[in-house]
């Protein structure tokens, strides 16, 4: 992924950028879809809302998210006897810490400004470009907070006629303010406090282009472990992914050697970011991987096994018969062992571990290791590394 050049250059300070982007993407508005319109009608206690017309929706929702023309509801600031919030605030609460939740696009805006910042900040002192500093970063989100004060405005979207897909026009609108709560909760679930390692953004920025690099790096911020430490592979280490390496060298080693043209990159990160979450430390992640696989491949067979019975005989019989129906469909739990095969095999550099009872996969089960779709452009690069 190149750097910026030319007048896409991000300079200037960051904090104000980022704060802008926020700012922005509040006034652009959350628009009220299906989805978003259930779950206000359950947790608001609304229902039909949906259905109903923009404006007569508005005039619903306005008293109980805090958005009547005094910025104050009756049902959204009460308080019990005892102090604590009444049952209509913590329910209008709820209910905004979902409309604010940061979307994809924002977070992808705020990433491309992180990321321009560090190619700025890599061109000022090429020769000295320390890991970020989760202190600074933590002071980032402050900085950003500060310059969002409390009650700043926001728009919701609503369907003028009711019962409308997402993309259809949305004539009436409600402009809320943001309580000083919702929108650290915004701030925070950024996660401009989440450092990552100049050695892991610099691998990243090198090895993907820029769509999916953004993709990476928003995987990375989710992490649910530290990313902080600098990673140190040799060259002289084994490719088998052993014990010594830490959970920023596997990291590491994922971005290095998994094929860019795969098309579960992305979600295998996030499946590896979780399985080194679960590591235990000292242990193999081979065994660990290879353990996960044949979880998935034993849920593949009893799926397998669930729709056969349930051909012979019906569900109530199966559940006087203690049967429960298989919470993962059967070609999902498949697909996501020919995702770990490949993953395997990219990564660490031998297959998986194969489960002792594979063979009594259904016929139509992948049989080897599917490495994928071959891109004419870079598959035979990628091909060479695997077999490297």
């Known amino acids: 992924m190149p750097g910026p050049s030319?007048?896409?250059r991000v300079?200037?300070?960051?904090?104000?950028?980022?704060?802008?982007?926020?700012?922005?993407?509040?006034?652009?508005?959350?628009?009220?879809?299906?989805?978003?319109?259930?779950?206000l009608e359950a947790q608001l206690d609304?229902?039909?809302?949906?259905?109903?017309?923009?404006?007569?929706?508005?005039?619903?929702?306005?008293?109980?998210?805090?958005?009547?023309?005094?910025?104050?509801?009756?049902?959204?600031?009460g308080h019990g006897k005892d102090g604590a919030p009444d049952q209509p605030a913590a329910d209008a609460e709820t209910a905004l810490e979902y409309l604010f939740y940061p979307d994809t696009a924002l977070r992808l805006t705020v990433e491309r400004l992180l990321v321009h910042a560090d190619w700025t900040a890599s061109e000022s002192a090429p020769d000295s470009v320390p890991d970020p500093d989760p202190v600074i970063a933590s002071s980032l989100s402050a900085a950003v907070l500060r310059l969002l004060p409390p009650d700043s405005p926001a728009v919701l979207h609503l369907s003028e006629t009711g019962n409308e897909p997402q993309h259809a026009p949305h004539a009436a609108r409600l402009?809320?303010?943001?309580?000083?709560?919702?929108?650290a909760q915004l701030v925070r679930r950024l996660r401009l406090d989440r450092a990552i390692p100049a050695g892991i953004a610099e691998a990243v920025s090198h090895a993907l282009p820029e769509p999916q690099a953004l993709a990476v790096r928003l995987a990375l911020r989710d992490a649910r472990f530290e990313l902080a430490e600098t990673p140190a592979v040799s060259a002289a280490?084994?490719?088998a992914g052993t014990a010594r390496?830490?959970?920023?060298?596997?990291?590491?080693?994922?971005i290095q050697r998994m094929p860019p043209s795969d098309p579960g990159y992305v979600e295998a990160l996030a499946l590896w970011l979780d399985l080194l979450h679960d590591l235990p430390p000292g242990a193999s992640a081979h065994a660990a991987l290879s353990a996960r696989r044949e979880r998935l491949s034993r849920a593949a067979r009893e799926a397998d096994e669930f729709t056969e019975r349930l051909g012979r005989l019906n569900m109530e019989i199966l559940?006087?018969?203690?049967?429960?129906a298989p919470a993962l469909d059967a070609a999902e739990a498949r697909r996501r062992v020919r995702l770990m095969d490949r993953m395997c095999l990219a990564v660490l550099g031998r297959p998986a571990a194969p489960d002792p009872a594979e063979e009594g996969m259904a016929p139509d089960a992948p049989a080897g290791h599917d490495l994928g779709a071959f891109d004419p452009a870079t598959g035979l690069d990628d091909l060479m590394r695997l077999l490297s």
């Open 6 to 8: 030319g007048p896409s």
């Open 319 to 324: 559940m006087l018969q203690g049967v429960h």
């Open 237 to 239: 280490e084994s490719s």
């Open 175 to 183: 402009v809320l303010p943001v309580p000083g709560w919702a929108m």
């Open 11 to 39: 300079s200037g300070p960051l904090a104000p950028r980022i704060a802008d982007a926020v700012r922005r993407w509040l006034a652009t508005g959350v628009r009220l879809g299906p989805e978003t319109c259930a779950f």
């Open 46 to 77: 609304l229902p039909g809302l949906a259905a109903l017309p923009g404006a007569e929706a508005a005039a619903r929702l306005a008293p109980l998210l805090g958005a009547a023309p005094e910025g104050r509801g009756a049902g959204a600031t």
């Open 245 to 254: 390496e830490s959970r920023p060298d596997l990291v590491l080693r994922f």
